[in-house]
């Protein structure tokens, strides 16, 4: 379990239990006691207000008011909820996207300066635009959870991608490409990525991607993607 999980499984287990031993918390997280220890000084130092009561039998209670002061929200939770927003303001169908992206930008302003240079990194590799109605979209499947920390981490880094990747007639092959770009055409999702061994760009409809490991050591180049004219930056969206 990553520090981040087990972080939300402790807060969660405060409030349910009202009260719980360190011992009881490191069995439910499956770490031991100095990690609890060391997780409870942590999340005090996000804002949760945790007492403890002395002794070896002694509990944690989490004050029932307690909220965390600082945002504990990742690069790529925050770019999730972003493109999000933004397909779904694609589509025509978001009526409050204006508090959405409020919203948004309060998270943005409380996140350190380093994961707000990340996530614009991030975005500036996010479009836009809208799908032809000639591209069925019957076949069209769930997006494996593993491919945005994948993407977060090549596209940020700039390293190479390599995945697996089955075609519409289903012909699976193994890529390694350079991530250039996200491409949302609702309800479709695209990976733009130049690929050396064909030395063009290819789109990938990342339903159809699989097994996403991200390259460490290797670099790329950013290059100029060629879009059509109704595809924009996801930033122009919110000028």
């Known amino acids: 379990m990553n520090i981040r999980l087990r972080h939300d499984t402790i807060v969660r287990s405060l409030r349910r239990n009202g009260t719980s031993t360190i011992a009881e918390l490191a069995e439910e997280v499956s770490a031991s006691r100095r990690t609890i220890l060391r997780d409870i000084n942590a999340l005090r130092d996000e804002g949760f207000v945790i007492h403890s009561e002395p002794g070896r039998g002694g509990g944690l209670q989490l004050d029932p008011q307690s909220v965390q002061t600082t945002t504990r929200l990742s ?52 479009y836009v635009g809208k799908l032809s109605p000639q591209v069925g979209i019957s076949d069209m499947k769930a997006i494996e959870p593993a491919l945005l920390p994948a993407f977060e981490t090549a596209f940020i880094q700039q390293w190479s991608l390599s995945f697996r990747y089955h075609d519409a007639k289903g012909v699976g092959t193994t890529r390694i490409v350079e991530p250039q770009a996200m491409l949302i055409l609702p309800p479709l999702w695209y990976l733009v990525a130049w690929d050396p061994e064909r030395d063009d760009f290819r789109h990938f409809r990342m339903d159809r991607i699989s097994k996403p490991k991200y390259l460490q050591d290797t670099s790329f180049r950013r290059r100029h993607v060629p879009f059509e004219d109704h595809v924009s930056p996801i930033r122009d969206l919110s000028r």
């Open 75 to 126: 690069v790529a939770e925050i770019f999730a909820l972003l493109i999000s927003v933004a397909s779904m303001r694609a589509a025509g169908n978001l009526p409050f996207s204006a508090l959405a992206d409020s919203g948004l930008a309060k998270i943005e302003k409380a996140l350190p300066s380093d994961k707000v240079r990340d996530l614009r990194r991030f975005l500036d590799c996010l």
